[in-house]
């Protein structure tokens, strides 16, 4: 029989001491805050002669709720000593969960609640062994096994095995034999290492970082992640509508860490972001706004949602201090490190297995992934898991349009902006960032004052190059590109070298100037890439593209394009095809042809080819005896 | 052992293999005092001392990873070369603790260097640590300036010195943050002259705010 609260507090007269029940409520999180001052009332109210109904009228709970304050904080922990104020805490759990019933056997079977304490109990020698198996693997020791999930449970259950644990008991006497609590286990012996190997390491460099992000744009963090959507693409060809589903993108997103505000976002159409897709998320900083709602009916944007701009009317003049990234080769490109540095950032690379340094971007995703992620399963998302969701089980989702996958992130997104939450001061991260706009000297970049700031614009040297025997208009060779144009003439400047600038998103033309800023002129380049908007990379592709397939085509771009098209069973290349056409058309309204004219020649060569090898149907009948005249 | 540096006399920052940048903490910025190209740190103390140099006028110049020491069958690399009043020195930065382990190291550089007109210094990473918001700050102003530099401000900063004269004032007297764009140019200006080492800041405690306490140098 368990003692009532009452007894116990009779039997220690040393409790009427006050001070043992305080509590620093304001070292609480505040969403604890007002039930555990609720908690410390009641028991104030119960220990000084309370009665339990009345007292829990007056505090608007039920009378059990307030029996189990009482018994809570009269409650004893493994070293005998009461709980006290620790039991007024709402939410805190006190005693580490412990199995008191016997383990479920074939016999007799119950549930699995803390088995794995139970055998660990049982057996720490067990444990030992388990958690030595991880660590040389985290270390990498040549001894070490590759400790997939369903390899540590089998490792576990041997062990079990060895120890000659009954074989009717937990994991044995359930058909699961305990996978999901031993993979549960696996990951959380891993995370005990890591986060020892994180202080080891603060330890050994002096000093623990401290999270100096004192003002907006101190610190942004830049990180990117595959989307989890399935997106389609409508194709239409020689009248039939064809449904094709895409590969998953990337969505990239650069978040403010002292306002928590989402600063901008970008869905690069790739599997792989390269750097121009790190420029455009950190270009979309100073100028993202909501998208206009086109393409999703009865869709619309949450009151006050929006992004910085919204607030900050000299958001392009705003210098951001840090930039923390992690180590990723797009990340670390040289046209990123430049630009970012142009803008008067720092940038900082994190350490490679240290996505905790950059936890805020991190927690973004998070709530992202309520939107596009599909639901775990039973098991989690392992691709190692052999167990899986039961088929009749799995819902598929629904497949959207890439627009309106579109607009669905900008709508989510932008509403992150506007939710009040407690841990930011009961205020949005928009409002925080304006008020700290109208109050603190936030840092601005002066020389974007009168100067438009564009990350993708860059200057390169070279020289020009006319050659003597063929007279024809001195040009500048960039990329294996040729930049002619009427600005250009005079042949005797051949050799001269300059500096020219060029925008990445559109490489038809360059204005080029002399070292000393004198403008020359505007040079366009060759009419195969005239026609389109080019960017660099798209440009490269189809660089690599004519490299290994060639092609006759006067257009290589609308023969790489269509290249991508006719493999329409290939995700990515659906892709592909996809981001091409979106950087191509603007304006104009582009044609495929039916075929490129290498593909109608080699197909014009297989058919005669074809027609050569099979004997004409004269010679058949006459190799079957039917005589000449039945072929008539 | 023997040691050798093919370019002892001019210091030029090394670069940074790939496969090392994604190993350590790499930090990347513009520099004033070190103008020709990004400057790049391995780790976080590295780039603080960048701060607490460009906040030391008497500091002229800085080069962070200047060398490559050749040290039998392996090569060193030291963290910075600086410049102070005509001295040279190159730097290492390290933990208090790690710095036992490179006693042998440091010998053999120190007897290298000891002909030469540089200096090789230990900063240990706590020391470091202990002037972080100085850095930092300093930090902040260095990446202003190198955003301002189409500004000419020669005028506003004799404007700056003569508000100055005498009087102990404070960054929101000569910049007014309710208007910051107006008064853009008194804050490049203070910066320039805080830069320069005509006129100093409070930075060692607080960040930089309108609180912050100017005075001209004595």
């Known amino acids: 029989m368990s003692i009532n609260w009452k007894q116990r507090y009779a039997e220690n007269p040393h409790l009427d001491n006050e001070a043992l029940w305080q509590v620093d409520i304001s070292s609480l999180p505040v969403r604890k805050r007002k039930t555990t001052q609720r908690n410390q009332n009641i028991c104030y109210d119960m220990r000084h002669g309370g009665v339990g109904r009345i007292v829990a009228e007056n505090y608007g709970v039920t009378p059990q709720q307030v029996t189990y304050v009482m018994q809570r904080v009269f409650s004893v922990d493994e070293n005998g000593e009461f709980f006290l104020s620790r039991g007024l805490i709402t939410g805190d759990r006190l005693k580490k969960p412990k199995r008191n019933a016997p383990l479920s056997t074939k016999a007799k079977p119950t549930n699995a609640k803390c088995c794995l304490g139970a055998v660990c109990e049982a057996l720490p020698d067990w444990l030992n062994e388990l958690f030595q198996l991880v660590l040389a693997d985290e270390r990498r020791d040549p001894y070490a096994l590759n400790l997939t999930p369903q390899c540590f449970w089998q490792l576990a259950l041997a062990g079990l095995k060895a120890r000659d644990w009954p074989l009717d008991t937990w994991p044995f006497s359930h058909d699961t034999k305990g996978y999901s609590t031993f993979r549960r286990l696996l990951i959380k012996l891993r995370n005990q290492i890591a986060k020892e190997r994180s202080n080891l390491r603060k330890t050994l460099e002096g000093i623990h970082r401290k999270d100096l992000a004192t003002m907006p744009f101190d610190e942004v963090q830049i990180d990117w992640q595959v989307c989890d959507e399935i997106c389609r693409l409508t194709t239409e060809c020689e009248g039939d509508v064809v449904d094709t589903r895409l590969e998953r993108c990337c969505l990239l997103v650069a978040f403010c860490v002292k306002t928590r505000c989402v600063l901008a976002w970008h869905l690069a159409l790739t599997r792989n972001p390269n750097h121009a897709d790190i420029l455009q998320v950190i270009d979309n900083i100073f100028r993202q706004r909501k998208r206009t709602i086109r393409v999703t009916p009865e869709l619309e944007h949450f009151p006050g949602a929006d992004y910085p701009v919204s607030v900050i009317p000299e958001m392009h003049m705003i210098g951001i201090n840090t930039i923390s990234m992690d180590n990723a080769w797009a990340n670390m490109a040289r046209a990123v490190c430049d630009k970012a540095c142009d803008i008067g950032a720092l940038i900082r690379f994190g350490k490679g297995n240290t996505p905790l340094d950059r936890n805020f971007v991190e927690s973004v995703f998070y709530y992202i992934n309520g939107l596009t992620h599909r639901q775990a399963n039973t098991t989690g998302s392992h691709p190692n898991d052999p167990i899986k969701e039961a088929p009749k089980n799995a819902k598929k989702p629904p497949v959207v349009s890439i627009q309106s996958f579109q607009e669905l992130l900008d709508v989510w997104i932008s509403k992150y902006n506007a939710d009040i939450s407690f841990h930011n001061m009961a205020e949005s991260p928009l409002q925080r960032l304006e008020q700290y706009y109208r109050t603190q000297p936030i840092r601005l970049s002066h020389n974007f004052r009168h100067q438009k700031r564009d990350l993708f614009i860059s200057e390169h040297r070279a020289k020009i190059y006319a050659p003597k025997k063929e007279l024809r208009r001195p040009e500048i060779h960039h990329q294996k590109l040729v930049y002619r144009g009427s600005d250009l003439t005079d042949r005797d400047l051949a050799g001269t070298e300059v500096k020219f600038r060029r925008d990445r998103r559109d490489i038809r033309s360059i204005e080029v100037f002399t070292l000393k800023g004198q403008y020359l002129g505007k040079l366009h380049v060759q009419r195969a890439y005239l026609e389109y908007p080019l960017s660099e990379t798209t440009y490269l592709r189809v660089k690599a593209f004519v490299k290994k397939y060639g092609t006759k085509s006067q257009n290589p771009v609308i023969a790489y394009l269509r290249h991508h098209f006719l493999n329409r069973e290939s995700t990515r290349s659906q892709l592909e095809f996809l981001r091409v056409s979106e950087e191509l058309k603007g304006q104009k309204t582009l044609f495929l042809n039916d075929a490129d004219e290498a593909t109608q020649e080699k197909e014009t060569e297989f058919v005669e080819r074809r027609v050569t090898n099979v004997p004409s149907i004269r010679e058949l009948m006459k190799q079957k005896n039917y005589g000449e005249d039945l072929c008539y | ?218």
């Not at chain 2, 706590?126 to 850095?135: H, K, L, N």
């Open chain 2, 1 to 218: 052992m023997k040691v050798r540096c093919k370019n002892l006399d001019t210091p030029y920052q090394h670069p940074t293999r790939r496969g090392f940048k994604t190993k350590v903490d790499c930090y990347q910025t513009r520099l004033t005092k070190f103008p020709k190209e990004n400057a790049v740190a391995h780790c976080i103390h590295e780039m603080l001392l960048w701060g607490i140099f460009e906040g030391d006028p008497t500091v002229n110049y800085l080069v962070p990873q200047p060398y490559l020491f050749y040290m039998g069958t392996k090569t060193y690399q030291p963290d910075l070369f600086y410049m102070r009043n005509g001295q040279r020195f190159i730097v290492e930065v390290k933990s208090e603790a790690g710095f036992e382990g490179f006693t042998e190291r440091s010998e053999l550089i120190t007897e290298f260097l000891k002909p030469t007109i540089y200096e090789f210094q230990h900063i240990t990473n706590e020391s470091i640590a202990d002037r972080e918001v100085f850095a930092r700050n300093w930090l902040i102003i260095v990446h202003t300036l190198v955003t301002a530099t189409n500004i000419e401000t020669l005028h506003t900063e004799v404007n700056v010195l003569d508000r100055l004269y005498g009087n102990d004032l404070q960054v929101g007297d000569i910049v007014d943050c309710a208007h910051r764009i107006d008064s853009s140019l008194n804050e490049i200006a203070l910066y320039r002259l805080a830069h320069t080492g005509k006129v100093e800041l409070d930075l060692e405690h607080e960040r930089l705010n309108s609180e912050t306490g100017v005075r001209l140098c004595r």
